[in-house]
């Protein structure tokens, strides 16, 4: 496994912590209250947490299924950016280990194409 790979694993593990609890404390909370009126009250948060874990996916998913690493380098500080417009200065964490995955796989040689 190459460096940049494993600091992307490390982001996404600690990415998808907290919204998958939180999304599972919600669904909870909300089949315990008749009314869905959490829904109404932390309907932004939830989106939140689905747009975090799609980022944290999509970042898993460049950096283990895409050969190019410059491609891959500039999805993951691109996923790195996202994050941080998504949620603003709790994302700062998830945008450094993203930013430097990035800056890591940039900086990694492709292997030479087998001739044929």
Not at 85 to 90: G, T
Request: aromatic share 10%; net charge positive.
């Amino acid at each position: 496994m190459k460096t940049y790979q494993k600091f992307t694993l490390i982001t996404v593990i600690l990415g998808l912590i907290i919204p998958i609890l939180g999304l599972f404390f919600f669904f909870f909370v909300n089949s315990l209250i008749p009314i869905p009126v959490l829904g109404l009250v932390l309907g932004g948060a939830l989106l939140s947490a689905i747009l975090i874990i799609a980022i944290n996916i999509a970042g898993f998913v460049v950096a283990f299924k895409i050969k190019n690493t410059k491609i891959v380098g500039i999805a993951l500080i691109g996923c790195g950016a996202a994050l941080f417009l998504a949620i603003q200065f709790l994302a700062i964490p998830g945008l450094i280990l993203f930013v430097i995955a990035g800056i890591l796989a940039l900086k990694e040689k492709n292997p030479p194409l087998p001739k044929i």
